[in-house]
Nanobody
Framework: VQLQASGGGLVQAGGSLGLSCAASGINFKITTMNWYRQAPGKERELVATITSGGSTNYADSVKDRFTISRDWAKRTVYLQMSSLKPEDTAVYYC????????WGQGTLVTVSS
């Protein structure tokens, strides 16, 4: 199983950024995919979830600013982030449970004020 995340970077507050996570070695059609983040000195938190049926759920802190989506053909899950705030600065991880707990390598998002 491999989850390859990409798309992090530096952005100014109020800006937008998109993350991608390409999955291999899993049955992508049946798995729920998650994005987590971990800010410096804080615990990892669940940011967004998308089920195999396309239902989504978001942390209150990102609701109406972030959008999670998935492309079954590309076996990729996305996180589109807008109206970014400095407190969104974190390492973002994609995650899924498929015969075990699997994590991507993380991608750093830095939002400057």
């Amino acid at each position: 199983v491999q989850l390859q995340a990409s798309g992090g970077g530096l952005v100014q507050a109020g800006g937008s950024l998109g993350l991608s996570c390409a999955a291999s070695g899993i049955n992508f059609k049946i798995t729920t995919m998650n994005w987590y983040r971990q800010a410096p000195g804080k615990e990892r938190e669940l940011v967004a979830t998308i089920t195999s049926g396309g239902s989504t759920n978001y942390a209150d802190s990102v609701k109406d600013r972030f959008t999670i989506s998935r492309d079954w053909a590309k076996r990729t899950v996305y996180l589109q982030m807008s109206s970014l705030k400095p407190e969104d600065t974190a390492v973002y991880y994609c995650n899924t449970w498929y015969r075990g707990d699997h994590w991507g390598q993380g991608t750093l998002v830095t939002v400057s004020s």
